[in-house]
């Protein structure tokens, strides 16, 4: 039994065509607008509430929840129906919030310094599981709005595309989320680049570089062999020109890997290229993982050199550290043992 969430407008019409077509338009206002779980949509009667709970139950359950940041930080571990398990984090803010979603469980682009990479990849989310996760962070986040949603969570989105895209639709059309503030990360599928260049919604795309030559991110980033950098690059040069929106390059600080001076100077020209913005991410711990992030003043240090060659570069503030929820962290730690045995530390150059 699917989620209510993974009925667009057209199957929640054939689902309700025993009933006045205005209950479609009271389900679509109430679940995806309002954020009400279905058992509390009072406008609608009993016995058709009681109905879709039994035949559409969250695809969601809580198997755990941790909190941090003083509260401002929370991500659940959800099990699906089949027993895979993802997670989903809110950040909260004095009068906003932003929600970073999962679209796969686990992911197979096996990065060497990323925890959900090394645990592997088990199946492509549904588009309901993946909407779901804003729903219940936005009813945990009331009454500050959820303002952004981030699909950085477990997963490579563009390798999920259909469904990940899907998604986007249903957060900006029913739930009402502009597309402006809808962000797709990816390590650089191109073919996903290329076809994203092509939707008609502005959202915006951020890029996991982490290397500037094709050595190092082949260590760091496996499917760079398959997407050499040049490759990489010509693609987002195609989005942001088909779309006229502002790319990110993403670049996680590894100590001694790709925080040295001339790694700032081989980012440099390509940031230009593109007008990119570069948005840097001191790298967070992650037990039983060879790497180490960079430190506090390495990192801005790294940000200086980048201003000082005309780059637009900013550190991004950790949040959820403390509760494995920051980037590079997700892994449904619960479930799932770091594959220590198998990742080897990039080298140092």
């Not at 940041?69 to 959800?78: A, E, F, R, S």
């Not at 645990?119 to 986040?141: C, K, N, P, S, T």
């Not at 693609?235 to 088909?242: F, I, V």
């Not at 230009?272 to 913005?277: G, K």
Request: with cysteine.
């Amino acid at each position: 039994m699917a989620g209510i969430y993974q009925l667009d407008e057209a199957a929640l019409a054939e689902l309700l065509s025993d009933e006045p077509s205005y209950r479609v338009d009271q389900v679509i206002d109430g679940v995806y607008r309002q954020g009400v779980p279905v058992t509390e949509l009072t406008n609608l009667p009993r016995a058709l509430r009681q109905r879709l709970a039994e035949t559409h139950p969250p695809d969601l359950n809580v198997a755990a929840e941790s909190v941090g940041d003083g509260g401002d930080t929370v991500k659940w571990l959800w099990e699906l129906h089949d027993g895979t398990r993802v997670e989903t984090v809110l950040m909260t803010y004095p009068d906003r919030a932003t929600v970073c979603v999962s679209t796969q469980a686990g992911c197979a682009m096996a990065c060497s310094f990323c925890a959900t990479g090394q645990a592997g990849f088990d199946r492509h989310l549904e588009v309901g599981e993946i909407v779901e996760q804003v729903a219940r962070a936005r009813q945990r986040a009331a009454p500050r709005r959820v303002s952004n949603v981030v699909f950085m969570g477990m997963g490579e989105p563009l390798a999920n595309y259909d469904r990940t895209w899907a998604a986007v639709e249903r957060l900006q059309g029913p739930m009402g989320i502009s597309a402006r503030h809808l962000t797709v990360s990816t390590v650089g599928v191109v073919p996903g680049i290329r076809r994203l260049a092509t939707e008609r919604l502005p959202v915006r795309l951020a890029v996991s570089l982490h290397a500037a030559d094709d050595e190092l991110r082949n260590e760091l980033v496996p499917l760079n062999r398959r997407h050499p950098i040049e490759e990489l690059l010509d693609a987002c040069e195609e989005w942001t020109t088909r779309t006229r929106r502002r790319l990110s390059f993403e670049w996680a600080m590894i100590d001694g890997v790709n925080d040295r001076s001339h790694d700032a100077r081989a980012l440099a020209p390509l940031a230009r290229r593109l007008r990119a913005h570069v948005n840097l991410i001191p790298l967070n711990p992650t037990p039983g993982y060879p790497v180490v992030g960079s430190s506090p003043k390495r990192v801005a240090g790294f940000a200086d050199e980048l201003r000082s060659m005309g780059v637009n570069a900013t550190v991004r503030a950790n949040r959820g550290t403390t509760i494995d929820a920051a980037c590079g962290q997700l892994r449904a730690a619960q479930a799932v043992a770091p594959a220590t045995a198998n990742v080897a530390a990039p080298r140092r150059r």
